[in-house]
């Protein structure tokens, strides 16, 4: 049980951090950002190179990741995506294009990486024993703390800081934010960078455990629309529960489903389609028409 | 009742003539017989596509058509290896299952919108692919292989299609097969979109608050238009799985589901022919570039986004372009 | 007076807030009834439940007799009542002539599998459809648009095609949302002009919510008033312009607001 536990907790800070930037994009741009995923092993890979093959110190790499898909996330936004979403007010148009460059980063990452499965050095050594009950390596603690302060410092920021104040604003209403003098270009391009950074940064903080590998993209991005959906899409605490949420089942499910075959997404998805049925804003999401 | 006038009768002829005169006659001459599969696949992806069309017609994104076509494609395999059934036979029921599942799925789901529905239809493919996985009547992860080749459909001691195993060149036959079909599927699209049900589709599309004011049972349409969307779906992907003669969870995925979606976007969300058109391009682009070697995701990729940029409302639209500068 | 709609006791909560509290009311035949109140009193959630485009809390919405209310909104409009919205809900791209094609669904006498096949009954539909749309355009003085997108008419146009829209599927009732809202006073004569058409030509009865009163007072033959949820009088318009209650509510808002 207290396995268990620690199992979700650990899954959920780091999908909830998944959650966040995909959750962050759609609800200042209405983009399903499609490649999401391939920023994630993105930012693996950039800690891979820095941390696992320059021998970098891990802060350094993991400070890199930031800043690559930082800047990645502005620069898409600022020639692809401010472009499409100005020209053309069809949700569809930014779907193509986010396909689009989930397939492209899909082929950057191939020609510069390859489609090897890449690990780095463990950032720390041991195993977390109590007594049987909870058996964790103290580099998965290491991360779950990290994921969980990087939450923190995430609400902090969009809660008090001026950037953070303009985002909401910019998110609650678009048209308002204009009237109320918020430089919606500017702000929209800090989002994007924002959210394509937390993207990079869960990336490189997991290289550290499961390793990276170019097949991960596309999962990634559906755990975090499955995420997104459960608790609600553009809402940021909606992102943090759906986080947890899926955390706490994919933990439970591999606990006790695992005797009867690989079945828990299964299970996950059945479960998530009967509760969209019922609820289909979400957990925390607004009720549309 | 297909009115039409007499610059599209030309065009429907040039086009059928094309298609199942010229092209053998080219590939004949020129020996590419490897340009049977490509084009019977782009015939039975359109097909796929043209139903994500449809749906993009009611405005919903449809990112779950690979579920459909995985569906259909199980469906056809099993009825033939396991109960014995003609592949003609199994061809139908294989899109009536993936219209009942649609049904099924639909009424829950169809309530969401916009990126909603696209995102829980992404979801839906790869629910598929994990159910084939973990059924024991797919066969999991080894999939169903050896599927016999379609047999002979006679009436009354009449021959009407020979047995596909018995002959020289299955390969054309499975091309005829696949052009007839995408034919009935365009002209029925065609005929749907130019009627009444179209004007009520796109009323749907532009919004649905006002169409359920006007009378219109929105939720009672959209249901119909995905089990349409859903059996062409089914249809496309077991014609797809007697050719390949095996079906695997991984037959048709995420990545498919997507590409499907791209077609409808490339051809023209505003023409019926568009997924017909996109699915050419993309599926041949992509043959195309495999002489590029290891490139051929970087490149296919910038040109999907350059297309974008420069051609948001798809290919077709430059020939309405040219229409309108030559003053017609 | 025989009543036509019914509103008896309709209530709505969401979450702790209530919207509208026992609120009882008829609508004769033949009549144009105005809900009046100021912004937030709960006429757009009343309207809404009045068409089923949301369910009650308590209470019920009688039409002949019958309830309408937390039913689908197609079935409302199918047994004859039918809202419109405001110039924002159109079909944008469509034309003015194609909107009010598309709006006859309900005149509709061929299956939807006869429109596919094109059997005698869907042409002959479509012919009366053509007909009918182009005696309804003409009817509202929009003749010379009538082959405009939607998305290019300007506010007043917008709001007689939706009027249109509504008329297309011959209503006996007709549920009008605010339909002077941003109009100066010549635009807002014209249309009341043309609600009051609507109703001595065409025989359908009126239910509006609205909040300029002079419109408002010009074109109604009974006024009921909302303030906070509650219904606070009922009445012809000279009553509602000496209700006391009615005068302390908009006082108590807006002065300007009520510029009788």
Known sequence: MEQILANGIYLGAQYAMIALGLTLIFALMNVLNFAHGQMYVLGGFVTYTFYGQLGLPFVLALTMSCVTLAVVGALIEKFLFGPVIRRSAREESTMLLAAGLAFFFDAVILLVFGEKQRGVPKIVDGVFNWDFRVIMPYDRILICVLAILSIVAFILFMQYSKTGRALRALAQDRTAAQLMGVNVERYSMIGFALGAMLAGLVGGLLVTITGINLGMGGPTSIKAFMMVMIGGAGVISGAIAGGIILGFMEAIGLAVLSQYGDITYLMIFVSLMIFLAIRPQGLMGKPWG | ?328 | ?260
Not at chain 2, 275 to 283: A, R, S
Not at chain 3, 38 to 51: E, H
Not at chain 3, 111 to 121: D, H, V
Not at chain 3, 155 to 170: E, F, N, S, V, W
């Open chain 2, 1 to 328: 009742m297909l009115k039409l006038t007499m610059g599209q009768w030309i065009g429907l002829g040039v086009f059928l003539a094309a298609i199942f005169i010229a092209v053998p006659a080219l590939i004949a001459a020129s020996g590419r017989t490897d340009f049977y599969f490509t084009l019977t696949s782009v015939a039975l992806l359109s097909i796929a596509s043209a139903g994500v069309w449809l749906m993009f017609y009611i405005g919903r994104i449809n990112i779950g058509q690979g579920a459909f076509a995985l569906i259909g494609a199980y469906v056809s395999a099993i009825l033939v290896t396991k109960a014995g059934m003609s592949f003609w036979l199994t061809l139908p029921i294989a899109g009536l299952f993936a219209a009942f599942v649609a049904v099924l799925i639909g009424l829950p789901i169809l309530r969401l919108r916009g990126v909603y529905f696209a995102m829980i239809s992404l979801v839906l493919t790869q629910v598929v692919t994990l159910t084939a996985l973990a059924l024991p009547i797919t066969n999991g992860a080894k999939g169903i292989t050896s599927i016999p080749l379609p047999g002979a459909i006679s009436i009354f001691g009449l021959t009407l299609v020979p047995d596909f195993a018995s002959m020289e060149n299955s390969r054309l036959a499975f091309y005829y097969t696949a052009c007839f079909l995408m034919v009935l599927t365009f002209a029925a699209m065609y005929r749907l979109v130019n009627s009444r049900l179209g004007h009520i589709c796109r009323s749907m599309q532009q919004n649905e608050e006002l169409a359920a004011s006007i009378g219109i049972n929105i939720a009672y349409i959209r249901i119909v238009v995905f089990a349409i969307s859903s059996f062409f779906g089914g249809i496309g992907g077991a014609m797809f799985g007697s050719i390949a003669q095996s079906v695997y969870p991984s037959t048709f995925v995420v990545t498919d589901s997507v590409n499907f979606m791209l077609n409808c976007f490339l051809g023209g969300l505003g023409y019926v022919f568009g997924p017909m058109l996109g699915t050419l391009v993309l599926y041949f682009g992509w043959d195309l570039l495999f002489e590029s070697g290891k490139y051929q995701l970087l490149i296919y990729s910038s040109l999907l986004i350059a297309a974008m940029l420069v051609l948001p409302n798809g290919l077709l639209s430059l020939r309405l372009d040219m229409f309108r500068r030559s003053g017609k």
């Open chain 3, 1 to 260: 007076m025989s009543a036509l709609l019914e509103v008896k006791a309709v209530t709505k909560r969401f979450g702790g807030l209530t919207a509208n509290h026992n609120i009882s009311f008829d609508v004769a035949e033949n009549e144009i009834l105005s809900v009046i109140g100021p912004n937030g009193a709960g006429k757009s959630t009343l309207f809404k439940m009045i068409s089923s485009f949301l369910p009650t809390t308590s209470g019920e919405v009688l039409f002949k007799g019958e309830r309408i209310s937390n039913l689908k909104p197609h079935i409302v409009a199918r047994k004859g009542v039918v809202r419109t919205f405001q110039e924002t809900t159109i079909f944008k791209s469509m034309t003015v002539r194609e909107s009010v094609i598309v709006a006859q669904h309900l005149r509709a006498k061929a299956s939807l599998a006869g429109y596919f096949w094109g059997s005698k009954t869907a042409l002959a539909d479509v012919a009366a459809f053509g007909a009918y749309a182009d005696e309804l355009i003409d009817f509202l003085g929009l003749g010379d648009i009538r082959n405009e997108l939607a998305s290019n008419l300007p506010q007043g146009h917008l709001r007689a095609l939706g009027i249109a829209i509504g008329l297309a599927t011959d209503p006996t009732v007709l549920l009008l949302d605010e339909p002077f809202a941003g109009m100066n006073h010549d635009e807002t004569m014209q249309m009341v002009a043309l609600v009051k058409k609507v109703r001595d030509d065409r025989g359908v009865t009126v239910l509006l919510v609205e909040h300029d009163m002079p419109a408002v007072m010009n074109i109604s033959d009974r006024i009921v008033v909302l303030n906070f949820g509650e219904m606070i009088a009922e009445g012809t318009p000279t009553q509602i312009q000496n209700n006391e209650k009615v005068i302390e509510a908009y006082l108590g808002s807006a002065d300007d607001e009520i510029g009788v």
